[in-house]
C-alpha cells in the first residue's frame, strides 16, 4: 500500500486483543511480559503480513491490521488460524490469555498521519466495537465471504453480527 497519500479505501479491519491480560500483566516482572509480548508480536505479524495483510499497530495486547478487499476471505480465514494459534501458545507458556478477533469491512482513510501509517474512520472504530468473547464478523465482513468461509459463522443479533459456531454469547443486561 502507498502509504505518502491519504486516500479512502475498502478493507477489511480487524481488531484483536487478549481476555486477561491486564490481570496476567499484574503477575510477572515487566522484562516476562515484554518477552512474551514480543513473541505474540512477531507470531502476529508473521500470520498477517504473510497473508496479504498488514499490521497497522500494536497498542500493549490489542493489534489493529487491515486487509484488501480482494483479500477478506483470506484475511478470515487467517484470523481464524491466528486465534487457535495465539490460543494455544499462551496455554502453552501457562498464562490465561486468549485472542479475541472482530472484523469489520468498510472504507477507511488510509495514510501518513504523524509519520507513521494508520487507517481511520468510522469503520475502524465499528469493528472495534464488535461484541464478542471468540471470533465477530459484522454483517458487511461476512457478505465478502466465500460460501465454504461463511458456514463457520451463526448469525447473531442484535444488532446483526456473525460470530464463530465454538464461540459463546457474551451476556450484557439490557440485552
Known amino acids: 500500500m502507498d502509504t505518502s497519500i491519504r486516500s479512502e479505501r475498502p478493507l477489511l479491519v ?3 486483543d487478549l481476555t486477561r491480560y491486564s490481570a496476567q ?10 518477552e512474551k509480548m514480543s513473541a505474540h508480536y512477531e507470531q502476529v505479524t508473521t500470520k498477517i503480513d504473510g497473508a496479504g495483510g498488514r ?8 493489534t489493529l491490521a487491515v486487509f484488501p478487499e480482494e483479500l477478506a476471505d483470506r484475511g ?4 481464524l488460524d491466528l486465534k487457535n494459534d495465539v490460543d494455544a501458545a499462551f496455554t502453552r507458556i501457562g498464562w490465561p490469555c486468549r485472542l479475541v478477533v472482530k472484523m469489520h469491512f468498510g472504507s477507511v482513510v488510509v495514510g501518513d498521519y504523524g509519520g507513521r501509517f494508520d487507517v481511520l474512520g468510522k469503520n475502524v472504530n465499528a469493528a472495534a466495537m464488535l461484541d464478542s468473547l471468540g471470533v465477530a464478523l459484522s454483517a ?8 465454504e468461509t461463511r458456514k463457520r459463522f451463526k448469525k447473531h443479533t442484535p444488532p446483526i453480527t456473525y460470530i ?4 459463546p454469547h457474551r451476556f450484557r443486561p439490557g440485552r
Open 140 to 147: 458487511d465482513a461476512f457478505r465478502k465471504l466465500a460460501p
Open 164 to 167: 464463530r459456531v465454538e464461540d
Open 25 to 34: 500483566a499484574l503477575c510477572v516482572s515487566d522484562l516476562e511480559l515484554a
Open 76 to 79: 478470515v480465514t487467517t484470523m
Open 55 to 62: 499490521v497497522v499497530k500494536f497498542i500493549g495486547d490489542a
Open 14 to 16: 480487524i481488531f484483536a
